[in-house]
């Protein structure tokens, strides 16, 4: 078992904003316990004082999550957060060049292989299916190739040819667990071609500096956009609901897988910026510092 990859999951669990609130909230309150405790012997000096402050601290944490948690859940922060990554690879409007292949990453899926193909897979998965399948009815000499797991890509597979691909056009890989392992599982498959890379704007940062590192040079093709650019500001836009609070997680998520992938090594700028640092006189003055 990859120790890297199951740290990293557990990691990203207490990283996101739902569990970031209640660690808050829970510290918080266990906090403001502690400072109403009375004790039978003679604290401790720095006890006292720590307890003194606890009460106040605790309340300063529980208001924290509270506002933490309304910021997470209003389109104002949500959408932002998301456009600060969907900025980066603007919508593909038009195909210029006929690629080889039309790459698109699976977004999660639903346990239960007795549902229908269309009910298997996340809406994410389902909205990146369909703009591949546009980009392979503008291309029709290309191959639609999905890269995932089994009960990702299966489905997929499936609806895509109901919707009219030809079985032959489409090429499926079931090894790969997350974005790093895409390209890595691909890289034999696309080396030297061309290829459109179909993914969430989101996501698509992190999936072509991942594929980038690999030595693939991918045309970004990025649909399931949230952030608009001059959109007006309106009072809606400070009301919480729950589907911005998921928004705003996609963003955290990738932000920190975006990090995480910097301090792997995992993307090619940044793997040479390390080698050409420590191959510098710098390098004997101060470490690199992980972005």
Not at 70 to 89: M, P, T
Request: aromatic share 10%; with cysteine; net charge positive.
């Amino acid at each position: 078992m990859d120790f890297w990859f199951v740290f990293k999951k557990i990691t990203s669990l207490g990283l996101t904003p739902i569990t970031i609130t209640l660690e808050l909230l829970l510290v918080g309150i266990l906090l403001v316990m502690f400072s109403r405790r009375s004790s039978k012997k003679k604290p401790h000096p720095r006890w006292l004082w720590f307890k003194g402050i606890s009460g106040d601290l605790g309340v300063y944490m529980i208001f924290g999550g509270a506002l933490f948690l309304y910021f997470c859940s209003i389109e104002l922060v949500a959408y932002r957060l998301s456009g600060v990554l969907e900025e980066k690879h603007p919508v593909l409007e038009q195909v210029t060049t006929d690629p080889e292949y039309i790459v698109v990453l699976p977004g999660g899926h639903r346990y239960a292989s007795t549902k229908p193909d269309e009910s298997r897979i996340q809406r994410k998965t389902y909205v990146r299916l369909l703009k591949g399948i546009d980009y392979w009815r503008e291309c029709p000499d290309a191959t639609l190739v999905m890269s995932g797991l089994p009960v990702e890509v299966e489905p997929m597979r499936e609806i895509a040819i109901k919707m009219g691909i030809p079985a032959e056009s489409i090429f499926i890989e079931t090894e790969a667990r997350d974005t790093k392992d895409h390209p890595r599982y691909l890289k034999k498959l696309l080396d030297g071609k061309s290829f459109l890379l179909v993914t969430s704007g989101n996501h698509m940062p992190r999936s072509v500096a991942l594929f980038r590192g690999q030595g693939l040079n991918p045309t970004p093709a990025p649909t399931d956009i949230y952030y608009s650019r001059g959109t007006p500001l309106t009072a809606r836009q400070f009301i919480p609901n729950g589907r911005y609070l998921l928004v705003t997680d996609e963003a955290f998520h990738e932000h920190l897988g975006i990090g995480w992938a910097a301090m792997r090594s995992q993307i090619k700028e940044r793997a040479e910026a390390r080698v050409a640092f420590q191959g510098s006189d710098h390098s004997k003055e101060a470490p690199v510092a992980d972005l």
